[in-house]
């Protein structure tokens, strides 16, 4: 069967940093687009990052852009979100999820994709 497993939350103060690990079985990460999704306590799920097949092109909400990298290991057939600089704002449940779609780009709607992990949460305080 296959699966996405996300790991490397945890409590972190203002200012620190995480790596999430989005780990694949039964299918190569670097097929497809993969996205990092994040839900908030009483919000609503928002992309966060992006990469797609091949080249790895990748995208960035903008509350992202110059804090969080998202990149991906073949041979480990694993997608990183590198997340500095934290916020409390960043605190959420963070997905990966994948469209298993081989000819699309990534992008950052999470209604796009359909096979998404359990999530690793994240909490920013001090």
């Known amino acids: 069967q296959m699966q996405l497993v996300e790991s490397g939350g945890g409590l972190v103060q203002p200012g620190g940093s995480l790596r999430l690990s989005c780990a694949a079985s039964?299918?190569?990460?670097?097929?497809?687009?993969i996205v990092w999704i994040r839900q908030a306590p009483g919000k609503g799920r928002e992309g966060v990052s992006c990469?797609?097949?091949?080249?790895?092109?990748?995208h960035y909400a903008d509350f992202a852009k110059g804090r969080f990298t998202i990149s991906r290991d073949n041979a480990k057939n694993t997608v990183y979100l590198q997340m500095n600089s934290l916020k409390p704002e960043d605190t959420a449940v963070y997905y990966c999820?994948?469209?298993?779609?081989?000819?699309?780009?990534?992008?950052?709607?999470?209604?796009?994709?359909?096979?998404w992990g359990q999530g690793t949460e994240v909490t920013v305080s001090s």
């Open positions: 990469i797609s097949r091949g080249d790895g092109g990748t």
């Open positions: 039964r299918f190569r990460l670097d097929y497809y687009s």
């Open positions: 999820a994948t469209d298993l779609q081989p000819f699309r780009l990534c992008n950052l709607s999470p209604d796009e994709y359909d096979y």
